[in-house]
């Protein structure tokens, strides 16, 4: 017999604001905590001794453990699993060798329904539980992820890449084509469950001002789903952005001349991008991804987390997986961090949590939904283990406080860190075959 209602103790962690704005208290650590749900939403989070819940609730005891919200990736490739590390370049050709060869095969649904499941549980084992997506420009890929998404309960969003010139003939959609098979996904899928739409023309190079334009046209007419494309990556790619549109004086502004800067848009990478550039996407209420493992294993360059900041751009993590080298949003803090030590920026190990947790989830505007333990919240979590390894385990004695044992486990940790990941109060290890 399954009950309604569930608990779970353990140590909790999570964000209730950004602390870099609002604070440390913004971040609440319980030492000994309980959480309650019902249905699969938090009904409440507080110290054990203080629980109140229905007799007979059935408790998970997860003492030793620490719970926290499940990570969210901004930015995944799903098609490209099979091209992470891939040895020697940097994007332009790593597109042109790798990725798009690729994203051939995706025209064929049983391959993308075997990689969509095979990524599905990777992230699972990740600890992620809400990722935005990209696809291929086969309907059918997207199509797959979304039955093998819906299967699983995920909180996911996901998109058709439109495309229509500078790839292979076999990788091409035209802007008309690529419409409708957007709107047609857009009215089968958005809104499903826990499903959402995101228009995904790839990046400015490989679309005409004619399909960016019916990019814009579909989130005028969808006024929900979200915009999800690259931003300023690499400096050849610039370099080559600024050839193709000679009447634009920067990259943004391609993407804002044909409607696609607005709330719900989401750019990756952001890497080389001017101050006003910066303000604008501020203005707009755009977001960025970041995407550390992949901007330092293609080579694109070093993340300006202070001019993110100082305009208050909401920035996620993204794996970018197959550019990026590991599907783990630890990795991605780990990097994150690095990448601003580079830079003389120390980022608090606060910042990197929420960025993983609920600045994630502010940045794809689902903060209502997920992101923390505040009531009413879908309860999608992870428990963390964090003495996985003889290393984590030494390194977690020698730390005096949960501050200092959550950087390490930020810097040291890796899926070896999560025991289990919960969608909507289920154990996702129940059930899952091919973890
Ligand atoms: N820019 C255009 N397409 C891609 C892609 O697939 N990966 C990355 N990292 N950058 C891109
Ligand atoms: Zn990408």
């Known amino acids: 017999?399954?009950?309604r209602n569930q608990a779970f103790r353990g140590s909790f962690l999570h964000c209730t604001d950004n602390p870099a704005v609002a604070g440390a208290e913004a971040v609440h650590f319980i030492e000994d905590g309980m959480l309650v749900i019902e249905d699969g939403h938090v009904v409440a989070l507080t110290n054990a001794v203080q629980a109140n819940m229905p007799a007979n609730t059935p408790v998970h005891d997860y003492r030793g453990k620490w719970i926290v919200p499940g990570f969210v990736d901004c930015h995944v490739h799903y098609p490209q699993v099979d091209v992470m590390a891939c040895h020697g370049t940097q994007l332009l050709d790593w597109l042109n060798n790798y990725t798009?060869?690729?994203e051939q095969a995706f025209s064929d649904q049983a391959i993308a329904t075997e990689t969509a499941a095979f990524f599905l549980e990777q992230l699972l084992a990740n600890g992620t539980t809400t990722a935005l997506v990209f696809g291929t420009v086969h309907k059918a890929s997207v199509n797959a992820f979304f039955?093998?998404?819906?299967?699983?309960?995920?909180r996911m969003i996901c998109g058709k890449v439109m495309m229509d010139r500078n790839a292979p003939e076999g990788l091409c959609d035209t802007p008309l084509s690529s419409y409708e098979d957007s709107k047609a996904l857009i009215n089968?899928?958005?809104g499903q469950d826990r499903l959402g739409y995101a228009v995904t023309p790839r990046f400015a190079p490989t679309s005409s001002g004619e399909q960016l334009a019916l990019a814009g046209q579909l989130l005028d007419e969808h006024p929900n789903v979200h915009l999800h494309t690259h931003l300023s990556e690499n400096p050849d790619e610039c370099e080559w952005v600024k050839t193709l549109f000679p009447d634009q004086s920067d990259y943004l502004g391609v993407y804002e001349q044909h409607g696609l800067v607005r709330k719900r848009s989401m750019f990756a990478?952001?890497?080389?991008?001017?101050t006003s550039e910066w303000s604008r996407l501020n203005h707009a209420n755009a977001s960025v991804a970041h995407c550390p493992c992949s901007n330092l294993f293609i080579g694109s360059g070093l993340f300006d987390w202070r001019a993110a900041s100082s305009v208050n751009v909401p920035v996620g993590f993204g794996t970018d997986v197959g550019g990026g080298d590991s599907m783990s949003l630890l990795r991605a803090a780990n990097e994150a961090y690095k990448i601003q030590q580079l830079q003389n920026v120390s980022l608090d190990p606060l910042t990197l949590f929420y960025t993983a947790t609920l600045g994630g989830a502010v940045a794809l505007d689902l903060d209502k939904h997920i992101g923390n333990f505040e009531t009413g919240k879908e309860a999608d979590f992870i428990v963390l283990e964090p003495d996985a390894t003889p290393l984590l385990a030494r390194r977690?004695?020698?730390s005096n406080d949960w501050q200092s044992s959550l950087f390490a486990l930020t810097m040291l940790g890796d899926d070896r860190c999560i025991h289990d990941t919960f969608i909507l109060g289920?154990?996702?290890?129940?059930?899952?075959?091919?973890r």
Request: hydrophobic share 35%; proline share 3%; no cysteine.
């Open 396 to 398: 977690m004695r020698a």
């Open 188 to 190: 089968q899928w958005h």
């Open 100 to 102: 798009f060869p690729a």
């Open 269 to 274: 990478h952001a890497i080389h991008l001017s």
């Open 426 to 434: 289920e154990s996702s290890k129940r059930s899952t075959t091919t």
């Open 1 to 3: 017999m399954t009950s």
């Open 147 to 154: 039955a093998e998404a819906k299967q699983r309960k995920l």
